[in-house]
């Protein structure tokens, strides 16, 4: 079952490359994000795919909404916005004139083709060396603390990898604020996003936005002992947030202050494990072993949440003024 899943993976993200159209390159992307979830799941990995399908169902919706204001048939787009649009149309144009070649394409495939291959004839098919899993699942408890393998893992021995996404993020929050065509840092009245016009769709926002905060605090509060943790609960929080603009079109959203605060819980994730595993606090003080997860987990779900309520707020929120 896994390798037909990795198969589709595969062809899902070349897809993925060679598409041109806008729409369905989005399509494509919320395809190759649920096979990604289904294999992370299939893998025993459910904290890793409840992050990716939450994660990918926000950007799908924003590039959507993102396509609709760029490129919907009432849009009017300013001279800088329009420049812009006109120089992506062609480089575009060129990109598609390139792919067109005879030469090009016969290369593509026949690559194509051999990679496909190759990926499936390398599957292993034998068992494979878990001495690293063995050593993890049998250590994590009392080692690092908690009930969930996957939380004390990345907060405790791939605590590298966890420091250097939390700064991707928070690099990727100050490229967006600073590439942005708006310049200041908050608004006061906007273009409202009409979901009031649906009794349907404002009553069931309304309704899910309790559920939607007590869920993402939930998975932050309880990811050492279940699936869950600061990723996940920070983008359901971060959506709650979404809900309460789509609703009450709300602009008081302080941009500057938000990346402040994302400034502050980054420092905070980087000292903490400083203090608790480098230095070895762990050792001397394991009754503090779930407190520092629980701890990290509330820090890390705080810089998610802001970090995607900065990006939210900025393109559909200031922008779509």
């Known amino acids: 079952m896994i390798q037909v899943f990795l198969s589709l993976w595969i062809i899902s993200g070349l897809l993925l490359l060679l598409e041109q159209r806008i729409v369905r390159i989005i399509i494509y992307l919320g395809i190759f994000s649920l096979i990604t979830s289904l294999c992370f799941l299939l893998m025993g990995a459910p904290d890793v795919a409840m992050a990716e399908a939450a994660i990918s169902t926000f950007s799908t919706i924003f590039f959507i909404v993102c396509f609709e204001k760029y490129y919907g048939p009432k849009n009017t787009i300013s001279q800088g916005g329009l420049n812009a649009d006109r120089r992506s149309r062609s ?4 990109l598609v004139k390139v792919l067109k070649s ?16 190759l990926f499936v004839s390398n599957i292993p098919q034998g068992a494979a060396n878990s001495y690293l899993k063995d050593q993890y699942l049998s250590l994590f408890s009392e080692e690092v603390g908690g009930e969930n393998a996957v939380t004390s893992i990345y907060l405790g021995y791939r605590m590298y990898d966890t420091l250097f996404e939390a700064l991707m993020l928070l690099v990727s929050v100050i490229a967006v604020v600073h590439l942005s065509w708006y310049s200041d840092i908050t608004v006061t009245n906007g273009k409202r996003s ?3 016009r649906s009794q349907i769709g404002a009553f069931t ?7 939607i905060l007590l869920f993402g605090i939930y998975l932050i509060m309880n990811g050492h002992l279940t699936p869950g943790g600061g990723f996940q609960g920070g983008v359901a929080l971060a959506a709650f947030f979404v809900c309460r603009y789509l609703i009450y079109d709300i602009y ?9 605060m994302e400034k502050l819980a980054f420092t ?27 701890v990290m987990n509330t820090l890390i779900g705080m810089k998610v949440t802001f970090g995607f309520i900065v990006i939210f707020y900025r393109y559909i929120a200031f922008e779509k003024r």
């Open 91 to 94: 480089l575009n144009y060129n």
């Open 194 to 196: 009409d979901v009031n």
């Open 205 to 211: 926002i309304r309704s899910i936005c309790p559920v």
């Open 268 to 294: 905070a994730i980087i000292l903490l494990p400083v203090l608790f595993i480098f230095l070895g606090a762990y050792v001397y003080l394991p009754q503090f072993r779930n407190i520092y997860l629980m």
């Open 252 to 260: 008081d959203t302080h941009a500057g202050r938000i990346i402040t």
């Open 102 to 117: 005879n030469k090009k394409n016969f290369f593509l495939l026949v690559f194509t083709v051999i990679l496909f291959f």
